[in-house]
């Protein structure tokens, strides 16, 4: 664990601020929500403003150290990893907030800064134009998961002609279910207690899964505040480091969670159910044991990540009651 972080300054962001837009740093704001990544809104002098992100330790709350690219699940803190994803969704035509600028010496990137609220505050605030922007947004997803790779893994691996560790995407949900389930149990009584039961549905889940060979590019962890609106209203896809080729089911367990009564505006038919069953219970519970992980460490907002674990605690407790 990093003891003392060091979040970015004016001074420090001015020169990555002016080889971007060629303006000067008027003035800096750190977004909330980033655990990987630090996100800063920079003011310029023509009163516009640009976000940068940057990869660092000091911004790492995960504090993971160097990713394995070839887990699909590895966190891609890098800014060849974003650029990548970035260059994939633009050559799809899905929108993406446009990269300006690329630093490989500071591992940072500045992106135009949408500023139509994401779609969580909209869907809150005003439901027509919330409607209206999940439609597009459906639309956005079948034209991403129509694009399928030729092997499962993050996009930059597999674009670039690599191949992943694991066997298959369903056994790689499966290990790492079974790692987050200790993590969890060594966290948590309650989970503690059904572990053994948890590890048999697992294992049954993951056995009633068939072959697949078919790979389609997702997002990975797109909740409504991963959509930010652009000024015609247009959904636009952030924290895109995550993008893969894998089950879409996967995608869809994800969006149900995140989505709730959204969530039919998403739905599409024909999901694999084997899949889908797997892919929610180990869902739930990496949704159990990463925030527990993460509080023990120096995340400034605990209190948002012991909701998040709470909760999906509460639904691996029913499902593995079903």
């Avoid at 601020?17 to 909330?32: D, E, H, P, Y």
């Avoid at 150290?65 to 974003?82: H, I, K, M, Q």
């Avoid at 949900?173 to 309650?190: N, S, W, Y």
């Amino acid at each position: 664990m990093t003891p003392t972080r060091r979040h970015l300054t004016r001074d420090d962001l001015a020169p990555l601020a002016r080889a971007a837009t060629g303006r000067t740093l008027t003035g800096v704001t750190r977004l909330r929500g980033g655990t990987k990544k630090g996100v800063y809104r920079l003011a310029l002098d023509d009163d516009t403003t640009v976000v940068a992100y940057v990869w660092s330790p000091d911004e790492d709350y995960w504090d993971a150290g160097p990713s394995d690219l070839r887990d699909p699940f590895s966190a891609g803190t890098s800014r060849d990893v974003f650029t990548a994803a970035h260059d994939r969704l633009a050559a799809t035509g899905v929108r993406t907030p446009r990269l300006l600028y690329a630093d490989a010496e500071k591992d940072a990137v500045v992106v135009e800064d949408l500023r139509g609220g994401s779609l969580e505050d909209v869907l809150e605030r005003d439901p027509v134009a919330g409607r209206a922007a999940l439609e597009q947004l459906a639309g956005e997803l079948a034209t991403l998961h129509a694009q399928e790779g030729p092997a499962f893994g993050k996009a930059v691996l597999v674009d670039n002609g690599g191949t992943s560790s694991a066997s298959s995407a369903a056994r790689r949900v499966t290990e790492g279910a079974l790692r987050d389930l200790g993590e969890a149990a060594a966290r948590d009584e309650r989970i503690a207690e059904v572990r053994e039961d948890l590890e048999e549905s697992l294992r049954r889940l993951d056995a009633a899964v068939r072959p697949r060979d078919r790979h389609s590019l997702i997002h990975g962890e797109l909740g409504p505040d991963h959509v930010l609106l652009d000024d015609r209203g247009r959904p636009a896809l952030i924290d895109i480091e995550g993008l893969m080729y894998f089950d879409v089911e996967w995608e869809h367990v994800f969006l149900r969670i995140r989505f709730g009564s959204h969530y039919d505006v998403l739905r599409v038919p024909d999901l694999d159910e084997d899949r889908m069953g797997l892919y929610r219970l180990a869902m739930h519970v990496s949704l159990v044991a990463g925030p527990l992980r993460l509080i023990e460490g120096d995340f400034p907002h605990p209190e948002w990540m012991r909701e998040i674990a709470e909760h999906n605690l509460v639904r691996v407790l029913e499902l593995v009651r079903e």
